[in-house]
């Protein structure tokens, strides 16, 4: 029995419903985030994603724009009554950052930061857990341990791929993780279609494959401007494509 | 646009229908493949599963029944009004083996056993091509260029699952490849739950996500007596568990 | 040209010695840190190494002594006059552990932990920065660079194993990458045997390669009683056959 | 205790000395395997490899000269006084080979071709049993056993990588699996370090490391003008290079 994560009236994961989030990988502008609020807002999505601490491959990409990207998340989320999910990467930032984010999120490099899983897991805010890249099923429950010991049992998994030698992807999703989860744990359970493939034009296909397996959700990236976005363009939607995947999934 | 592969008269691969292909990894014996035979036609299932040649990776597990096990397969077909499909593992095996077999299924471990490609690619039978476990998507379409390449383009690819870290399941189904295949080739995709997952509680999700993603068909084990089974018990229906399969997909 | 990374009077890392690594892999007692000091200062052997913060995949599993190991540490460092290697998870420990240890160690799991990465980097002691288990060469180097950007270029890369299907090892060792680091870098590259293979018979072999390939040192867990360590037993030379490792290497 | 493998008057494989085989990965022409053969039989080297059945991942790729390279190879052998091992991938081509081949080599592709390994196991002659490239090392094992269960005894095993998602290297050479092969086996085991990196400058250090781990020989591709090689050219060495390598092994 999946457990109902409340995030606030009216809007919870994992009540049977099929929980769309959307957003760009990364906050880069007031004007970006005010577009994509708006548009989000408009087709009744609750919960918008947006990174303000990016965690990058090389220290020259790219890395966020941090408090001033929260900022401007407290404003829009006001402005369109929208709920904020964002990755912390640093047990540190977490209180500084508690203000600002509903759900914290923790990202594929981070599933074994055990400093950090624990000090998430002190808080009353829900937490996603993203699936590490080559974390085995069992790992990952185990990570979600180190949250729910430190007496945190709000927490959503998400799936996002894992590390293969397929090169046509990104990642490989392992759809079968989703029955696996629900078997084994009663935490909701998420699917991140954008970075499970890489490739936008498989960002449909893999969040109809998520809910024919009955997932809790998806996370999905959106930008106004894919072509421009400063990381993730390539797996991004544009505001059509993201309206076009809202009508084929319902 | 998928190719329509006929198999017979009113019995169609890749024109849009989701076909439901059954039957045991390994034939064993007259007695059960009767029992299968009967089970299938009951249920209007139309093409029939089971492996008289049977690449073990131990010399000393059952290797099948051979030339005897194509013959019970004879009286089966002409009883209940099946097709049948069937491993050939060696290409001087094809000419005995024509007469038995609608479907020529190449299997994982031979899927660049480039002899056995072209020499079945010189018949005009159909030939479902399984990918290699550790085949990329681009191996696999090479591969069966092999076979068309030849003269012959009835080839039904077939989706079982890669090998990755993950032990939880046998292999690691990579739902992906559908669309994919679906964007770069016209020849209908199919999944294998069985081996894609080799549990056998995951066959139903593996089947309803391979639905949802338009794949063409399932190629499903079933056995009268999973725990009996010579080869692939655990990842095996029994028949009771497969009614319900059919139920839910439809 | 290898970059010579002072440890202490008279001990160079990256000099082009061969200079090996002992210890645990997690403090236990004062005791066993006292025959593991005394054993390694009859050898010869300078660099010590222990876990007292051990990243445990469950969170029930034993987590180190922490503050209580590295104090052990500091007398046995003094009284048996040898240098200390530990890894650091949290940075919030940094300023507690900088007076215990002389070269920090990042384990697999904060590969990409670049907070820390920073952290260690704002120092002035060596780094010892472990593989990812999934983790490209060109992601490993990426990561030095989180590390080398904030002004601390003492940096030892250090091979692991990476994750593969083969699970006769726990992991996999990646022996080409010491040539290709070697290439593309100016650090020390050591190896970690005892992780790399998971088993205690594979320490020496895996020892021997690192030598041939020009690795700069390597790691290895020893402890007074295998089969009683409350971390990695398999894995762990008795102080025997730690002996033998030296005469053959020599 | 290895098995000694007579190849010829004073030629063994497993005798405890380490052998190196040397030849193109393909036989292009006359001209190509005169100038190879010249060259090796100059060095002392008493084993050529060259392919004349090529196994190509497309249909379109150069696929071999078949026969002709055979008789090719017949007039250099006689001529220069070497022995032979080349690939045979159809069973078919067995009684053809025979009069032309020493060793049979049986590539990663084939290496769960049942069929052609119980042929080979029905010959006098000996086996070079190339290991999978997704293939545990119990797998190979066992592939090895549907030789010798044959009665043909002869068996070298060949690592060549395995698949996983290191990229800069052609497959991740596994290296452990010498020591692991000789203690569970009796077998003679190689290393291509060639296939097994994909890359020129990694040829001596793979070379290097098989030989600290008492490999009984490695087998390398070299071709008398790598740059218009019809295959492989990116990891096949130059004579030059070659005779470095001799000398910086010996």
């Excluded at 078997?183 to 991140?192: A, G, S």
């Excluded at 490739?199 to 996370?219: H, M, Q, Y």
Aim: aromatic content about 8%; charged content about 25%.
């Amino acid at each position: 029995m999946t457990k109902n994560i409340k995030i606030d009236e009216g809007i919870n994961i994992g009540d049977g419903s099929f929980t769309i989030i959307a957003g760009p990988c990364a906050i880069e502008s007031r004007e970006q985030m005010e577009k994509t609020g708006a548009f989000l807002a408009k087709l009744g999505i609750k919960i918008i994603r947006g990174g303000a601490f990016k965690p990058r491959t090389s220290p020259k990409s790219f890395q966020g724009l941090g408090l001033e990207g929260l900022k401007i998340m407290a404003e829009i989320k006001a402005k369109y009554n929208l709920k904020f999910i964002s990755e912390v990467m640093d047990p540190r930032d977490l209180e500084m950052a508690y203000d600002y984010i509903d759900i914290f999120q923790i990202g594929s490099r981070n599933m074994q930061n055990f400093s950090l899983l624990k000090e998430v897991g002190k808080t009353d805010k829900p937490v996603m857990l993203k699936r590490g890249m080559s974390a085995t099923i069992k790992e990952w429950i185990m990570a979600a341990e180190y949250i729910s010991l430190e007496g945190n049992e709000k927490i959503i998994l998400c799936e996002r791929g894992i590390r293969t030698f397929e090169d046509y992807t990104r990642n490989t999703l392992d759809f079968m993780s989703i029955p696996i989860l629900k078997e084994k744990t009663d935490y909701p359970v998420f699917v991140d279609p954008s970075h499970g493939t890489g490739r936008r034009d498989l960002v449909l296909p893999a969040s109809k494959a998520s809910k024919a397996l009955n997932a809790d959700g998806i996370i999905v990236e959106i930008h106004p401007n894919p072509e421009k976005a400063l990381s993730d363009g390539s797996q991004s939607l544009s505001f059509e494509e993201f309206e076009n995947l809202l009508n084929q999934l319902m």
